[in-house]
């Protein structure tokens, strides 16, 4: 089959990384990037670090506000993927680049398949629910990453060709953590010691763009006086100076640095005592580490990390953050493992099983 896979965002980016090997044993795949993530360090850095071929398109769409963002993704991949009549549209996670690509293909009759469907924070506020709910809804396969998830989709109506595949993010963490711990220098180059700092990062939007829940964040970080690493996504840099509150961080020891390649993520997490994120992906591979989750939201759609115990929810809270700061040491089991690292394979198999069939 011709395959486009649509992507835009270092989430994506992640996810790709695996799937493309396998996929392109048998088909033929084109990746369409929308360009959601443009900046070196949230897109360029990832193709090279992850191996992943250059994009075929590149449609450049940039910053801007969800409705503009997205509607400007679906006029410029409309055009590609006519020309292209690819077979089948793969779409992963909850972006703007997610909605718009399912949307596109499906409305000129091109199936789709969803990878991490099912997810659900059941918070309406967040366009990243409205997005996986509206994606999983106009999705012709939905590979989900846990039973959660698949019952979700049952709950909705949604019962054909659902598959709990596991989850391709751990797939990433399994292939890349060994060269991480070989080539990264990165605590090096912050003179850190393992288990001798907290990663933090913050990006959504129900965090940046409201000063309140940021000066929370922001202030909870300063006054632990942890050694906090801080990798700032540029939206919440640009905020962050909007407010005013970008140069508190200078005498503070808190450590801000540009986003990291994932070699380098990966290897800080793992080796962090605790990790404070309002990021997904991070929730999850806090849990495959076993590094203390402390979430800067008041939901997740990664339930099954909140109930082994090993992820708190704080949302901005600041009192609430710097309780768990001090105070959060998960010893449990963990009873969920996102899968056996076989997501992708899992993926392709159902693929060529539906194709055969079709």
Request: with cysteine; net charge positive.
């Amino acid at each position: 089959m011709k395959i486009a896979s649509i992507i835009g965002a270092r989430p994506e980016f992640v996810k790709e990384a695996p799937l493309v090997k396998e996929l392109r044993k048998r088909h033929k795949e084109i990746i369409i990037h929308t360009g959601q993530h443009y900046d070196y360090e949230m897109s360029k850095v990832f193709f090279d670090g992850l191996n992943i071929p250059e994009p075929d398109y590149n449609l450049g769409v940039g910053s801007g506000s969800h409705g503009k963002q997205t509607s400007e993704m679906m006029i410029k991949l409309e055009k590609v993927l006519l020309k292209e009549k690819p077979d089948l549209v793969i779409v992963s996670g909850d972006t703007n680049t997610t909605i718009a690509g399912a949307l596109s293909a499906s409305k000129l009759n091109i199936k789709v398949a969803h990878i991490e469907s099912g997810m659900r924070s059941y918070d309406r506020k967040m366009a990243e629910e409205i997005n996986r709910v509206v994606t999983d809804h106009v999705s012709d396969i939905l590979f989900c990453s846990t039973n959660i998830a698949v019952q979700n989709l049952r709950k909705e109506g949604i019962t054909k060709n659902v598959f709990n595949v596991g989850d391709i993010m751990i797939d990433a963490v399994k292939q890349n953590i060994a060269i991480a711990d070989r080539k990264s220098d990165i605590l090096k180059k912050l003179n850190l010691k393992t288990k001798g700092y907290i990663v933090a990062t913050v990006h959504r939007a129900g965090n940046t763009d409201n000063k309140e829940n940021l000066l929370n964040i922001i202030n909870a970080f300063i006054i632990s006086k942890e050694k906090i690493v801080f990798p700032v996504h540029p939206r919440t840099e640009k905020f962050m100076k909007r407010y005013g509150i970008y140069d508190q961080l200078k005498n503070s020891s808190v450590i801000a640095t540009k986003p990291l390649s994932y070699m380098d993520m990966i290897f800080i997490e793992k080796n962090a005592k605790k990790i404070l994120t309002d990021s997904g992906g991070i929730q999850k591979e806090a849990y495959f580490f076993k590094v203390p989750c402390i979430t800067l939201r008041n939901t997740t759609e990664w339930v099954e990390t909140v109930n082994d115990g090993w992820n708190i929810l704080t949302g901005a809270d600041k009192s609430k953050i710097l309780k768990a700061i001090m105070n959060f040491n998960p010893k449990g089991k963990q009873n969920e493992k996102y899968g056996d690292g076989n997501a992708s394979r899992n993926i392709v198999n159902i693929i060529n099983r539906i194709s055969l069939c079709s």
